[in-house]
């Protein structure tokens, strides 16, 4: 299960998915003008959601 931690508190976050009940897996997002967004991702159902955000930004994935 990929673990999210905030740079600033170091508040951490792991997450499933509410269908499968899977745990999420850290991915990227390729965009259409080449730049890259950091998701987590269903290994079941392969559906996304945009990584978590804490004190204003992104949190980094640890696993």
Do not use: F, H, W
Not at 10 to 16: E, F, K, S, Y
Not at 37 to 61: F, L, T
């Amino acid at each position: 299960m990929a673990t999210y931690r905030c740079g600033v508190c170091g508040m951490g976050v792991n997450a499933t998915c509410a269908d499968c009940n899977e745990p999420l897996v850290n991915d990227t997002l390729k965009l259409d003008d080449g730049s890259e967004v950091q998701i987590s991702k269903c290994p079941k159902c392969e559906g996304k959601i945009k990584s978590p955000m804490c004190c204003g930004a992104d949190m980094a994935c640890e696993a």
